[in-house]
Structures are given as C-alpha cells and as structure tokens.
C-alpha cells in the first residue's frame, strides 16, 4: 500500500493526471481517496516504489507522514476559498501547519500518530471535534487570525469528542502553542500501550486543567520570539492562495434556474452536490465518489484523468479531495454546471447523492486491512443499491451512515447518524448499529442499539430504521434530530424486530 | 562504542558509573539517582548525568551549570522523548555542554538529533560513517526554527540547513 499526501486536500489537474497515471502503471487501475484527503493504492509492488516516489517528486508530491507516529496530512475544509459562510480562508493557515509539521526534528516519533484538522468557516466541515487538534478560525482585530483550540477528539476505540483547550489564540503565537501542546504530549503521552497512547487519552488522564496548566508552563517557558508568526510570512503564504479571476457572471444564475427547471435530473443534482459560493454566479461542486452500489472513495485511473480535464475546463485548474472521499471544484460558472453534470454523468461521477444516506463512508475492511473484523465494502455497496432510488433518497434527506470494519474506526462509524461498526461473532462476520453521532458543531459519539447482525439483517435493520424515522418525524427534521428527539429506544426496537 | 561528533569519530573519555560502583576519578557519567554524590566529589575530572526518558530535564536545573555532559536514551528508536529533552535542555535551561544520545536509534533520525541539540551519539560498533554523513546531506532545508538557528530564507518557513 502506498498512500500519498494532498496537503489538506489541494491539488492540480496535472497532480491528477500523475495520480491517474500510477494508477495505471503500477496499480489495478484505480486509487482509493481517503478520509484524510489523501490517495491511497492497495497494490502497489515494493520494488516499484522508489520509482514511484520519484514521478511523484516530479509533481512536487511525497508520501512523507502519511502514516507513522508523526504529524499527520492537516486537513481543511474542502469549500476552502470559496464557501459562502466562511469568515477566514483555512487553507493559509493549514499550509502554514503543513511546512511547520513537515520532517519537524522533535515531533516525527511522538507516542501515537497525530491529527489535525482546521476550519475557518461557522458550519465545521472538518470534524474539528473529532482530531487530536482542531482549530476553528475567525478574524480578530487588526485583520489577524484567531484560533479557538480544541484538543483530545479522536475515534478509534476510546471515541471522544474534543475539549476546547482556548478560545482566542493570536495568529502570532499560533506556532508556539502548537510547539507546547506537542512537547506536552511527546514528553508524557503513553508509550507502553497503543492503544492509549493518542493525546486524546492524555488529556483524560491529566483532566482538561491539568493539561492546559502544562502546556502553558511550557508556553511561558518557552522563547516566544522564536516561533512568532509573523505578519510577512503569513501575507507570502495568503498571496499564493489568492482568488482566482473570477468572470462576470452575473446572468448565470438565471440560465442556471432555467435549467434546473427543465431537468429534474439535473435539479436534483444541483440541489445535493453544490454548496454556495462567495461570489455571485458561481458555486463549489461536490463529485460524488459514491455511485450506486459502488466502492465508496474508490475511483479508477480514466475518471481521475476526467476530473483533472474538468477541473481545467470548470475551474481553474484546482481540485480538493473531501474527507467524505468525494472530489471538490471549488470555483464553477453556474452556468456551465449543466455542461459539467452532463459529463460528469456520462462517465459515473454525477451522482445526486452528496450528504444523503448513500453518500457513505467506508473504510478498506477485510477485503484490503489485515486488522478487520468484517468486510466494510460489501455491506456499504448493498446500502447504496437498497437506498439508490433518488427520490427515496431526497424524501430521507441530510444522513450520516458511516462504516468501520472493526474497533480501531477507520470509517468513523460513532461520528455516522448511522454508525455501522464490523465484529467478529463466533468467528462470522457481524455488525453492530450505532446512532445519534456527528461530526460537526453539535459533535457527539454514536451509542451501540444492541447486539450485532450478519451483513443482510443489518441491511434490514438500517431499512426499518429510516422508515421509522419517516413515520415519526416532524415536519423539516432531519435524521439527527428525530434520533435525539426520541432517544434510540424506538429504532432500537424496530431494528430488533424481524417479523 | 564509537562516539560521534561533529561528523567525526571521538575518543570517549567519559566513565560510565555503574549504580553500585564506587565513584572513580576522571570524567564520570552517572545515573540521576547518583547525581549529588558526583556533585559532592572533590575534584579530579568532570560530571555528566544519564537521564532515562522519563526524566524531566527541569531537575537538573541547579545542577546543569556544573555539569559538562547530559546523556539521553533512546529505548528504542521510536521512543523519541529524547527529542524533547536535548531541546528543552538546550532552549529552556540552555545548557551549553555536551548532549548525548545512547541506545537504539537510526540514521534516519541523525539531522532531527542535530536540530534538536544533540552534540554526541553513540553508534553501533563497525557504523559506516558515510551512512551517517548522508543521512546527515540528503536534506538541506527545513520548515521550522530549530536549537540551530538556522537563517529563514526563501519562501514561508523555508530555512538552510547548513552543511
Ligand atoms: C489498509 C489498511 C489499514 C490499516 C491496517 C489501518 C489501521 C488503523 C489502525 C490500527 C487505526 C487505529 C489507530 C489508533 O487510533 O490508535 C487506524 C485509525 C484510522 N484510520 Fe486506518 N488503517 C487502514 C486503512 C485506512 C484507510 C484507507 C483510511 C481512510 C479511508 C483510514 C483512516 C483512518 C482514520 C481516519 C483513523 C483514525 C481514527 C481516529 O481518529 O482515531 N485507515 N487505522
Ligand atoms: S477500521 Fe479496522 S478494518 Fe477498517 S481499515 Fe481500520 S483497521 Fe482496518
């Protein structure tokens, strides 16, 4: 396996092509998008990897930190730039924690592996909750960043949602805190079980005081001016993320209601998978990775050569992978996205799917990882063929359904409305129900409803589920809120309840 | 073993105390638990300390400005609290002596042991030093301030490293 970094998800059409062709080359044909934004390819042979890694170079990309106990790939919002409801562009300040993290001398052997996640926009896209380190971005005075820190999230076997560590961090002194949190941690963080070894499991141990106290005796301790951001080097990073130049379009939105008024098709696509833009007569587009029945993030070498081509034609060159596994253009002419759904159809990316219930997130399983309990694939491509009916699906609405094939959550499952956890019962594959998790502003960790089910009755019980949820809930909620609402207790016994 | 330094390889004239030895004449390396009987010692060589990496390098604050060497240790070459000991040793407490790395690990791990403020390691018998030397050239920038203070230069953190 060889997995490659997209620093928070960014990349060029021409990245793409070189993605599509080592896929070609030296894998099966396809990659697989991760919920880190990065590429992983299952088949890569060891002794092609040298090579590999010097096309890569090539396209200024590596393979550094994408796995061991070092600085993760930072993730950020995929609407960076270009959402509608953001108050700062994340993608300066992960770029800055990208070069700050990079072959960093002191924290590339830490206890665990370590995440973090920033965001700069109200609704929180990045599971800021859910990471070793989340970072929510607003501007302060004097047109500088500030950061609101949370800390301790993670998944995995000991799920927790992350605590707020301060709210008003200085751009200026965002490298030094960082510093001081990580030497906390690489200092006192367990080394003698790995499964509790992740900050997450510090912070619990010390308590939430004890731990701000050490970080900040080492934040005091520490020469501040060393590590300051300073404004010039901050303005150098921002010029390289500049808007790009945008086109007059402002009849496009009125050819775009046309459009979306003579197609339903095309309608329901433009409902699910675009996302408002900042400037008048664009919007973000979400390709889905997750065709009916499909392998969730999975995509093959002719379709990453398709979205680097429509990413040139549609916009501007720049794609963003999601920690959803789907693919981002984030500047596209509203009236252009009938041309672009057009293609993107005909060639299996255009479906109407982004934030439904077949919009699923799956890690490898037992069909690829040595460590499952259950195969995640399967389950999740039988999900998306019982739930692929698009009007079935719009009439569900905004769901979750997340899927690990054991413990250790790779599919985020307790952050899933739906959680679908694989176990091994009796030496057969099994699978737990989860509710009621979430990953955004309002994040929570879904609770097991019961005992585990083969890979069909669970199918089943999800079935129940969602009709449950369309016959109880009130008019406008979403699953979510039905599901907190009512407790699990009713779709607990739905679930259980085979006739 | 051989002592690296500088690139080169030192004699090592340092003494490592055994816990139940009684303490020699010449420079003498103790363990923590040792560290006041060295310091009462009348004369005749200098002390260093061995710290486990559990140790916080903060209880040798008093200490460290009689002290001429600190050696770190590295269980196993993931273990990588010695990182984080050279560097508040250095930048915290700023110890000017020698910092020293014992135990396992890796050329890998030499330019970050440099960066964070190690002076000496303590390879395996028969290294081959051109390993090291390599390990020591392939990269030549940095993203991040380090005890060497390297000079910021070129775009964002960007810094060389010196040769
Ligand atoms: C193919 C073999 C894979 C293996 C053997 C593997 C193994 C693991 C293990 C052991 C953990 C738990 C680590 C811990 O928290 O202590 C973990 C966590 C994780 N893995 Fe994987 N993984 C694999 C593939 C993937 C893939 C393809 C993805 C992305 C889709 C992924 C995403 C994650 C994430 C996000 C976590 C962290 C959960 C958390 O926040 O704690 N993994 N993985
Ligand atoms: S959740 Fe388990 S089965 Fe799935 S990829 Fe991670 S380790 Fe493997």
């Known amino acids: 396996m060889l997995r490659v970094a997209i620093p928070y998800g960014v990349l060029s059409a021409a990245q793409m092509r070189t993605l599509a062709y080592i896929a070609r080359r030296y894998d099966r044909d396809y990659g697989h998008f991760t919920t880190r934004q990065n590429i992983q390819f299952n088949w890569i042979r060891l002794e092609d990897t040298p090579d590999i890694l010097d096309i890569l170079a090539d396209a200024e990309m590596h393979a550094i930190q994408t796995s061991g106990n070092c600085i993760r790939n930072v993730t950020s919002d995929q609407f960076a730039g270009a959402a509608r409801d953001e108050v700062l562009d994340p993608r300066v300040h992960a770029e800055i924690l990208r070069q700050w993290s990079t072959l960093h001398p002191e924290f590339t052997f830490l206890p665990r592996k370590f995440k973090i996640a920033i965001s700069g926009s109200a609704q929180d896209r990045v599971a800021a909750r859910f990471h070793d380190i989340g970072l929510l971005a607003r501007p302060g005075d004097n047109g500088r960043a500030v950061f609101e820190v949370y800390v301790g999230g993670g998944l995995g076997r000991t799920p927790i949602v992350g605590v707020k560590l301060r709210d008003d961090l200085p751009e200026e002194d965002l490298i030094a805190y960082l510093e001081a949190v990580l030497r906390v941690y690489n200092a006192y963080g367990r080394r003698d079980n790995i499964y509790k070894a992740r900050i997450k499991i510090l912070v619990q141990a010390l308590g939430l005081d004890a731990f701000r106290d050490q970080v900040n005796a080492e934040f005091v301790a520490m020469d501040r001016s060393r590590y300051r951001l300073a404004p010039k080097v901050v303005e150098a990073i921002r010029a390289r993320f500049a808007s790009p130049v945008f086109e007059d379009a402002a009849a496009a939105a009125t050819q775009l209601a046309g ?241 | 073993m051989p002592l690296l330094e500088n690139g080169q390889i030192v004699a090592d004239g340092w003494t490592l105390v055994q816990d139940d030895q009684v303490l020699p004449d010449g420079d003498i390396l103790v363990p923590l638990s040792r560290l006041s009987e060295g310091l009462g010692r009348n004369g005749k060589g200098r002390l260093g300390v061995v710290l486990t990496p559990d140790a916080r390098v903060e209880v040798l604050k008093e200490a460290l400005p009689r002290l001429d060497l600190v050696c770190l240790t590295f269980p196993i070459f993931r273990d990588g609290r010695a990182f984080t000991q050279a560097r508040s040793l250095r930048e915290h407490l700023h110890f000017a002596g020698a910092v020293r790395v014992t135990g396992h690990f890796l050329p890998d791990q030499y330019e970050f042991l440099l960066r964070c403020g190690v002076s000496q390691l303590v390879i395996p018998e028969q290294s081959d030093l051109t390993v090291w030397q390599k390990a020591h050239e392939r990269i030549t920038v940095a993203y991040q301030p380090s005890v060497l203070n390297e000079k910021p230069e070129g775009f964002g953190f960007r810094r060389f490293l010196s040769p």
């Open chain 1, 259 to 499: 459009q979306v008024k003579a197609d339903p098709a095309f309608a329901a696509w433009v409902g699910t998978n675009t996302h408002p833009h900042q400037r008048d007569g664009y919007c973000s587009v979400t390709i889905s990775c997750k065709p009916a029945g499909g392998i969730p993030g999975d995509v093959t070498s002719a379709q990453m050569d398709l979205l680097a081509d429509v990413a040139e034609q549609y916009s501007f060159g720049e794609l963003r992978i999601t920690h959803l596994q789907n693919v981002v253009l984030g500047h596209v002419r509203q009236d252009r996205l009938f041309a672009l759904w057009q293609v993107l159809a005909a060639n299996g990316l255009g479906t109407a799917n982004v934030g439904m219930i077949t919009d699923i997130i799956a890690c490898p399983g037992l069909d690829y990882c040595a460590l499952a309990n259950a195969r995640s694939i399967p389950i999740a491509q039988k999900l998306s063929q019982r739930f692929s009916n698009a009007t079935l699906q719009h009439e569900i609405g905004a769901l979750r359904l997340n899927i690990s094939g054991c413990i250790n959550a790779c599919g985020h499952h307790h952050a899933g409305h739906i959680g679908i956890l694989g176990v091994d019962k009796r030496g057969e594959e099994a699978f737990q129900i989860t509710l009621g998790g979430s990953a955004g502003e309002d994040a929570s960790i879904g609770q097991i409803i019961g005992s585990a089910m083969s890979e069909d009755e669970t199918v089943d019980a999800i079935a129940r589920i969602v009709d449950t949820y369309l016959v109880r809930r009130k008019p406008g909620e979403h699953f979510i809120e039905t599901c907190r609402r009512l407790g699990a207790a009713p779709f607990k016994d739905v679930a259980y309840a085979t006739a």
